[in-house]
């Protein structure tokens, strides 16, 4: 037997693991790093995060991979290249984060590595009859594994993509292992670049669990930030407090087919762009309103999908356990309008069941990870979007 191979045997049998995950999404603020001890698989997963830290992106890294983001026209090379440089980078960062928390890298069983999104392509967004979804995340798992001597697991859409599923959202398998309760029903929300949610049932039942991207969370109001404000993000949300709700161009961000679309569905920057804005603007004679009433009105519109969303699976009067975890949730209007729409739900975060929610993703990852080598696929019956599959390329280090 190959000696790795009989060494990743070894590891899936040892009674508890030490699992590296990540996360990079379309915000490119910086790689979610959690250091997680999991015990068990499946329904008897036991879970604790014992490191969690968000490693920076330089600017110069920031702009390389936004050179190839969310566009239909790129420089192949670049991507090519981008391919291994976002490995290399990621190796890095974890091996710095292992030795500041005094491990060494041979401690570690393995790491489970999201990747870099850089297009996300459902049918939805496509609509070209002959073709699959697709989705494609890059930061190759083998450079992963041979920088950092660790067994890595990486490229986990790709097999939600082959089973018939849209490659996201993948919170709801982590999810239901997780943050599942028998006799509460709960919504685990995650507002991100996208905003998704997962529906836990208090059955405990996987076939009834119901999980899809909703729209926009803060990807318009960073983008805009960046190219307005200079600044990465909208601090505190002060500058959509300084202005105001533009109802025209709120009806126009409003006025997309996505919206339309049964659920579940998948979405990306690749629609909720600037773009986007400007033909929204454009279409609402909305060009010369300020930049803060832009900022506040793009605000609105990301609580208004998020919130209209719940309403449509748990009717206008929704009573449920929100369990928010994501950037957004830092973003004081947005989480004040959810509540005032949804004045119905308990709005919580997932530190309420003892998982940083800002590590929740990275988390989930390490989660998917361990279910492909020592677990087994969850049943959801036959929930559309939602194949029973086990996810992620192996790749060892020799």
């Known amino acids: 037997m190959n000696p790795q191979i009989e060494k990743l045997y070894t590891k899936t049998k040892k009674v508890e693991r030490l699992i590296v995950g990540l996360m990079s999404g379309t915000s490119m603020d910086g790689l ?55 490995a290399n980078i990621h190796a890095t960062l974890i091996n710095d984060a292992l030795n500041e928390w005094g491990y060494k890298n041979e401690d570690i069983d393995f790491i489970a590595s999201h990747g870099q999104t850089i297009f996300h392509a459902p049918k939805s967004l496509h609509k070209m009859d002959e073709y699959p979804n697709g989705t494609l995340q890059i930061g190759d798992g083998d450079h992963i ?47 991100g670049g996208i905003a998704n949610f997962t529906y836990l049932p208090g059955t ?49 961000l409003l006025n997309c087919d996505f919206f339309k679309v049964g659920f579940p569905k998948t979405t990306g920057p690749e629609l909720f762009n600037l773009d986007y804005l400007l033909e929204a603007q454009k279409k609402s004679s909305t060009e010369t309103i300020s930049k803060e ?66 590590a929740k993703e990275a988390v989930l990852f390490a989660v998917l990870a361990n279910e492909t080598l020592c677990g087994s696929p969850i049943n959801f019956g036959e929930r559309k979007g939602v194949p029973s599959v086990c996810m992620g390329k192996i790749s060892l280090p020799e």
Do not use: W
Request: charged share 20%; hydrophobic share 40%; net charge negative.
């Open 32 to 86: 979610d790093i959690a250091l997680c001890k999991v015990k068990g698989s499946g329904a008897n997963t036991d879970i604790e995060v014992l490191e969690f830290k968000t490693s920076d992106y330089t600017t110069d890294f920031r702009t390389k991979v936004k050179a190839i983001f969310s566009k239909k026209e790129v420089d192949l090379q670049l991507v090519c290249l981008m391919n291994e440089h976002v």
């Open 145 to 191: 594994a041979v920088k950092t001597g660790i067994i890595t697991l990486s490229d986990f859409r790709q097999k939600h993509l082959a089973a018939g599923g849209e490659g996201a959202p993948l919170a709801v398998y982590g999810d239901f292992l997780i943050f599942s309760k028998e006799g509460e029903d709960r919504v685990m929300l995650n507002i």
């Open 204 to 252: 405990l039942k996987a076939s009834e669990i119901f999980s899809t991207d909703v729209g926009p969370g803060n990807t318009l109001m960073d983008q805009y930030m960046q190219q307005h404000f200079n600044q990465f993000y909208d601090k505190n949300a002060a500058v959509a407090l300084s202005g105001a709700l533009n109802p025209e161009l709120l009806s126009a």
């Open 293 to 358: 009433n832009v900022m506040a009105t793009l605000c609105h519109f990301s609580a208004e999908t998020i919130s209209n969303a719940i309403k449509k699976c748990f009717g206008e009067n929704a009573s449920a356990y929100i369990f928010m975890s994501g950037g957004g949730m830092h973003n004081p209007l947005l989480v004040s309008l959810l509540k005032a729409k949804l004045p119905n739900s308990t709005f919580i975060t997932t530190s309420n069941l003892n998982i940083n929610p800002d």
